[in-house]
């Protein structure tokens, strides 16, 4: 990797996502020599299983960093993301040092140290960035609250905190950040005004075919471009939950670990589970659209090289 963590071209980043399994297209690949070069986050958006969250896993890995996720979800607050004090360990504290005569200014000031915080994600990049900056993912921050939302602008914008017993803490170099949304919900412009956007969208049948075969080396062409071509038709169909490109590889391991190197009527109806999640899209496919003799056939046609 490039000295200091940084790129020395888009084109290296392509070169090293691919070697890393990633396959990124020349506008991700900008936007992500951008976030590194300005040091700003990256906010990516886009639907389930397009591999956003993937990004801040193979980054840490072509960094050899450490990797911090915060999985937001609703009811997420301050000290689940940022700090708690280790309250056990400071009742335990206080009793030593009342046995040991100890005045209770002197108490309170031996309590209230770093060793008896109970570092959360957010804190933990902040302190974690001394030599190697970690790569810090907020994971599916579309599904976290608005007021969650409204403090991680401050971190974002200083990295750093202040902990009124202890002071003001700030990150000595900026993490490699990279946030993501599902969009279940708008995310406020302030958030996104501080990250560079980038919007991953469903592959096209050449480029998940290339994540097929990235992915899972032993697959064969014919059954790549099979379970690829009928993936790209199924996403024309407006399921309540489209496949996304994670249940393409589902799918394709399963077909392999069934010894499987081409699809047929059965073996769709009998692992249909891989790639639809919901009962309602699975009857649509069976009543709407696996019912037609011409649909199947189309389904099923192997693709030309």
Known sequence: MASEGYFESIDQIQRELEKAHYIADRALATALFLAKRLEKPIFLEGEPGVGKTEVGIVLASLFD??????????????STALYEWNYPKQLLHIRIEELGKKRKEEIEKAIYGQEFLIRRPLLEAILNSNQDPPVLLIDEIDRSDEEFEAFLLEVLSDFQITIPEIGTIKAEKRPT?????????????????????????????????????AKIPNIDETLARHVTHFMQRLRKVDFLKKPGISETLDWAAALIAMQRQYLDEDIVR????CVLKYQD???????????VHEQREGYLRVPQA
Not at 198 to 208: G, L, N, R, T
Not at 270 to 273: H, V
Not at 281 to 291: L, P, Q, R, T, Y
Request: hydrophobic share 35%; charged share 35%.
């Open 65 to 78: 960093t450490n990797l911090i996720r915060l999985q937001c979800y609703e009811g997420l607050d301050v």
């Open 270 to 273: 009998e692992t249909l589970g």
């Open 281 to 291: 899209d699975i009857k649509m496919f069976h009543e709407e659209i696996w019912s």
């Open 177 to 213: 950040v990279v946030v993501t949304s599902n969009r279940t919900r708008d995310v406020h412009d302030a958030l996104k005004r501080r990250c560079l956007y980038h919007w991953i969208d469903y592959p096209d049948f050449d480029k998940e075919c290339r994540i097929v075969k």
